[in-house]
């Protein structure tokens, strides 16, 4: 195509008046609308938010790893638990680094290192607020997250089954670009027609005005020669005329003013002498010849065809459409075909049997899993009710402690109303064996619970995430044997290849097309189906067929070139007009007859002899008489002439060269147009074969972009693990995790809570027995002894 463009280009600029227009004339393609094809199974990345949780979710995965260094899938997972259990009850056992590290990240109540009991207690309150909050925020993620794997089936059971469905819905927006082509072939011919027009408008309007402005010139030319031969032949019989009346005027003048009695005759007589003719007319060549050769001219109306050829050439945007409408019409027909390509495009996609076994499984475990999902929901609802309460018993604990020993300090502290002082001790006594008693009966609970949540969360963190974020989930999947026959991908697809599920996921995430991911390569291949390169080669033979005849425009009409030849032939340059023009530079007398008259009548009243000066007198009213009969006629004729003459030789030498330019450039630009068309019209027709292309190339880049982005694409496997890592880990696991690490760290302060309580309460009751033995001055605040030992 290039090619063919580049030699149209070429072909067109070697032209005058016919210079391509870089296919500006068609104007640019339009950006095309495609309606979407491919379902819509892709699943927005799921991603949690960041919050003020998320130091603690940190904290819980390190500790995680700490206690589970193993690989995966290596077993023990729970080895951290054990360690932990064990570390109260005895010696570390072998390998006590993880029951080390365990101890350091568990907040252990302060009582144990020797920290006061606020501390103690204030640490409990902030573990039983972080429990409460961690337990709130598994049960709000719980719910979304297993309402998205059904979402998540959904979005994978049409990745391969619907891919032929789709790929049809694609092929048949082929009628997208083909009826904007449809459309751009009802207005091609007139556009065809104003391109010709337009670069051809400045040659053609330019010969038809010099063929008009030639064809005015020959005319003027033409009336001035004839005013020319007219007047010479008027002149001539003028002159005759003329020099008859002069000579017998000048005879009789002679006879009077040479007679002895006319008194100052000499100086008259001396003009009486020079009365001759001054031009002579008859010295002048003739123009017969050219006249004889000239007549006829103009025999066309060069005004009138010019107007005509002009009309014409105006009318060819109109004349086109009319003389293109049968290619036009074989074009559609071509047009409004399908590529083979395309009509097997979805036929061609492999049609495996196990296509619909992957949807029907996929099914399969989407109804099955709903009931599970609901048991999950309501057991988890169990779970959050359970947590809430039995968090809410350790607040009680913490509260009880709390308001216990600052009743016992407070009844301590005071001196005055011993048995005032007795009952707020007594009352902190018993608030604090309160919260033994609870923590003796909640113990078991709690722990239970933490050890139940533990053992779940810790093993899909450890065994499921970690694995999962790593990649060695996937290279576990891969390993034969670990997985069923019946859950191998390559066989539920009917593949004959092993493919890898690392592998496969990397590629989805790079967004290669499924036939490449499943190694469908040497079955399918897209590109050969979106080649349109015969179906371009068909619409451009018809494009050929393309032409418009320029054989209606006839610049020169037959009349008007026999005008113009014998013009060119007639020799009207070659006339001597300079001979014309030293006559009519010469008076028509020598003598002025007005004034020789004047001086005759002074001196035929000057004289002595009446008779003399009488016939003086008639003398000079017939000189009058013939200067206003004969010579002021002549000199009209002279100026008449005059202009003629003066016309011809400024315009003759130019005439003839004008006219021979102009019959050259008639007859080239006549043989040349419709040439000139034709390269125009293939010009053009290739700028409108590639626009039109450019549609369908659109199209092309739709389909391979619909296809492998979007129909034929592995990305919502992809984003469907990914997504599902996300629900797993970072939703579900980590609020789990974190809630069953809070509530540890407030079981594990239990144990000194419980010994404390005992300890503390045998202080405050009875206190006035201790106030009694010592003086009121030397009574000091009760100070509890640091617990430096604690033997269960």
């Known amino acids: 195509m290039a090619s063919l463009l580049g030699l149209g280009l070429m072909l067109a600029l070697s032209l005058p008046g016919a210079r391509a227009t870089d296919c500006e004339s068609l104007g640019p393609a339009t950006r095309l609308t495609f309606t979407r094809a491919a379902r819509d199974r892709w699943l927005a990345p799921r991603v949690r938010a960041p919050g003020p949780l998320d130091h603690l979710y940190g904290t819980v995965r390190r500790f995680l790893s700490t206690v589970q260094l193993n690989p995966f899938p290596a077993g023990g997972a729970v080895r951290g638990w054990l360690c932990g259990v064990r570390c109260h009850r005895g010696p570390l056992p072998p390998g006590g680094a993880h029951c080390r590290a365990l101890l350091l990240l568990l907040p252990w109540p302060p009582a144990l290192w020797g920290p006061s009991e606020d501390g103690v207690q204030g640490d409990g309150l902030i573990g039983v607020v972080c429990a409460f909050v961690t337990n709130q925020r598994a049960h709000e993620q719980m719910g979304p997250s297993v309402e998205a794997v059904p979402e998540t089936l959904l979005s994978l059971r049409g990745l391969v089954s619907d891919v032929p469905q789709e790929l049809q819905a694609v092929a048949q927006q082929f009628s997208v670009p083909q009826n904007r082509v449809l459309k751009d072939l009802d207005g091609v011919a007139g ?39 007219a007047t010479l032949l008027e002149l001539r019989e003028g002159q005759q005329d003329v ?63 010019v107007q005509e050829e002009n009309s014409t050439f105006n009318d060819l945007p109109l004349l086109a459409p009319l003389q293109l409408a049968d290619v036009v019409k074989e074009l559609k027909k071509a047009v409004a075909q399908q590529p083979k390509g395309l009509k097997t ?74 048995s005032h002082l007795e009952a707020k001790g007594r009352a902190g006594a018993r608030i604090l064996m309160v919260g033994a008693n609870l923590s003796f009966l909640f113990a078991a609970p709690l722990i239970l619970l933490v050890f139940s949540t533990f053992l779940v969360g810790g093993n899909v963190q450890t065994l499921a995430c970690r694995s999962w974020e790593s990649g060695k989930l996937y290279e576990f999947v891969d390993t034969p044997g670990n997985l069923p026959s019946s859950m191998n991908l390559s066989h539920l697809l009917g593949l004959k290849k092993n493919i890898s599920i690392l592998l496969a996921y990397q590629q989805c995430r790079k967004g290669a097309p499924l036939w490449r991911v499943l190694q469908l390569n040497d079955s399918y291949d897209l590109e050969p189906y979106l080649d349109l390169s015969q179906y371009s080669a068909k619409l451009e033979q018809k494009l050929q067929n393309l032409k418009v005849d320029m054989e209606s425009l006839n610049l020169l009409s037959p009349a008007g070139l026999r005008d113009l030849k014998a013009l060119q032939s007639s020799g009207l340059s070659n006339i001597h007009y300079p001979g014309f023009l030293i ?19 002074g001196l035929s009243r000057s004289q002595g002899n009446s008779v003399l000066g009488k016939e003086l007198q008639e003398e000079a009213q017939g000189l ?50 419709p040439a000139w068309a034709a390269r125009i019209l293939r010009n053009e027709s290739e700028c409108f074969l590639a626009r039109e292309m450019g549609y369908f190339s659109q199209y092309v880049a739709w389909v391979r972009e619909e296809v492998t982005q979007h129909i034929a694409t592995c ?64 009574t000091q605040l009760f100070h509890i002894p640091r617990v430096t030992s604690l033997k269960l």
């Open 624 to 673: 009058r008489t013939l200067y206003q009969e004969k010579v002021l006629p002549q000199q009209s004729l002279m100026a008449k002439f005059n202009i003629s003459v003066r016309a011809l030789a400024f315009s003759a030498p130019n005439l003839q060269r004008e006219t021979s330019g102009v019959l050259d450039r008639v007859t080239r630009l006549q043989g040349e147009l």
């Open 583 to 601: 006559q009519t530079e010469k008076p028509v007398v020598n003598t002025s007859v007005e004034k020789l008259a004047h001086d005759l009548e």
């Open 243 to 305: 020099e008859q009346a002069i000579s017998v005027h000048r005879k009789r003048l002679r006879d009077l003013l040479q007679k002895p009695s006319c008194q100052g005759c000499q100086e008259t007589l001396s003009q009486a002498h020079g009365l001759e003719l001054g031009a002579d007319f008859s010295q002048v060549p003739h123009v017969d010849d050219v006249l004889h050769r000239l007549e006829g001219v103009p025999e066309a109306n060069f005004s009138s065809m």
């Open 345 to 418: 495009l979805a036929k061609a996609f492999p049609n495996w049997e196990a296509a619909s076994r992957w949807s029907q499984a996929l099914e399969k475990v989407e109804n099955s899993s709903r009931p599970y999902l609901k048991e999950v929901q309501r057991y988890e609802k169990y779970r959050w009710i359970v947590g809430y309460v039995l968090c809410s018993v350790v607040l009680l604990v913490v509260v009880c402690n709390l308001v216990g020993l600052n009743l016992g300090i407070w009844g301590l502290s005071a001196q005055r109303d011993r």
């Open 191 to 229: 556009s065809l027609g104003t391109a010709i027009h337009t670069q051809l408008r400045s040659s053609v309007y330019e010969m038809l005005a010099s063929l008009l402005s030639l064809g005015q010139a020959l005319q003027v030319s033409v009336d001035h020669l004839r005013a020319l031969n």
């Open 715 to 778: 990305q919502p496997l992809s984003g469907a693990l990914d997504n599902g890592r996300v629900i797993l880990c970072d939703m579900m696991a980590d609020p789990w995790n974190a809630f069953w690490f809070c509530l540890a760290w407030c079981t594990f302060f239990l144990v000194p809570s419980i010994i404390f309580s005992i300890k503390t309460s045998k202080y405050f009751h009875p206190i006035w027995k201790r106030l009694s033995s010592s003086s009121s001055e030397e």
